[in-house]
DNA sequence: GAGGCCGTCCATCGATGGTTGGAGGTTTGG
DNA sequence: CCAAACCTCCAACCATCGATGGACGGCCTC
């Protein structure tokens, strides 16, 4: 069965979480932890300097995000096999690690055993969603895309901002901020801004550490 | 030095994380992981079992949270010990594990000899509390406490509901609504009930998990 | 080139939200 | 017992928001 030893790259940037990874990697049977990153950044270079078989990554990470991370090794990779570990379950993260090229999504919950589990199913060429992901999937698929400027209105909502103050923001009339607001509640399914903000949060559309200071 | 043992219990949900702990503390010198739990009822009857000398928990926890946990505890045995290992960085998380009674609060981005090195002093009767938490605490600090009526309506806010729904919701006129949601909008630095809605969930007054749907 | 989607703008209107300045009742603690 | 803090209610005002229904040019795709 295990015949060869399954190379793995792990990237992680809390260091307790990603040692533990390690520590549990390494006693299963033919796998092998060949490089460990901290971020993004990172992430890539031990890539290049690895080629694991298989890359288990956080989707939050400093630098770089996961699913940038992901996008960038497909594109001189296109083979590399991804296999997204995250606390996190907003709709969003989920779609675009899977839309990134990630084979495999689980949350920090699952056992050791699932985990290796799916080490393997994946090196395999199998893919792995565990049903209560692929049901928020289901769910965000059914939703419309956001435009790029109803993208910008709503992080601005979410930041605070009234009609107004997004209006001067983007240079843009208050007539037309609320024209993108209007069509971005239909979208997102809620009827107000306050439920804008609370709904992009939930679903990771924007990202809460977003929130803290950085203007454009 | 170590010169006795000092008896840990990782209190963690994340199987993966907690796996993680519990590995690398049993290699550290003079540190033995006694009990582990994945919630916070277990949490609890590990600790009469075991009677650890440190309980090592984070804050978010099924059943029970860790705040609950520490105070529950510390009801029987007021002599415990506790370390906060979160992920979270919300201020009132760290108000309110620190009120209940937590020694040491940290990230898990800290590196394993922090870790290690916190657990013997906390052992040894000191408190550590990392600059960056100090910092949050005493922004904190500054701020004044909302009323429980006043939580009352900013948790509906925060579930996108009008103010009339808020009035119908917790049997009061909307006038008084109004009047709550005023002063809460002062407690909490910001000017409208968007802003009141997000520094919620940012600051960790109101739980995001609280937000999928239980109604009172 | 026709149909779509997008981004921009506009006006109007009713609904909602936030401000101000009261006022009365309760509970709690010194 | 009194003060302080809390909860409740009110009225009336103005600002903001959201809904509605257009309108126009640009761009892309078929």
């Known amino acids: 069965m295990t015949q060869e030893t399954i190379k793995v790259l792990v990237v992680e940037d809390h260091h307790v979480v990603r040692q533990g990874l390690v520590a549990l990697l390494n006693v299963a ?22 080629q694991p078989n298989i890359t288990l990554t956080d989707l939050r990470l400093p630098r770089l995000s996961g699913v940038e991370v992901i ?14 570990l995250t606390t996190y379950d907003g709709d969003e993260d989920i779609y675009r690690a899977l839309q990134a090229g990630a084979r495999a999504y689980l949350l920090k919950g699952m056992t050791s055993e699932e985990l290796i589990a799916t080490i393997r199913a994946v090196h395999a060429g199998k893919s792995h969603i565990p049903p209560a992901i692929a049901q928020k999937l289901a769910e965000r698929m059914g939703a419309e895309e956001l435009t790029p400027r109803e993208f910008d ?4 909502i979410v930041r605070g901002k009234s009609n107004k103050e997004i209006a001067t923001e ?8 609320k024209t993108h607001i209007n069509s971005l509640l239909g979208k997102l399914g809620v009827t ?4 804008a903000a609370t709904a992009a949060i939930q679903r990771g559309i924007v990202p809460l550490e977003s929130l803290r200071k950085p203007g454009p």
Chains 1, 2 share one sequence.
């Open 71 to 84: 996008q960038r090794i497909r594109m001189e990779t296109p083979q590399a096999r991804f296999i997204v």
């Open 170 to 177: 983007l240079d843009i009339s208050e007539a037309t901020v």
């Open 29 to 50: 049977d033919g796998i092998e932890v060949v490089g460990e990153a901290a971020d993004g950044v990172e992430a890539i270079a031990q890539f290049r300097k690895h």
């Open 153 to 156: 209105v709503l992080e601005q």
């Open 192 to 195: 107000d801004r306050t439920q």
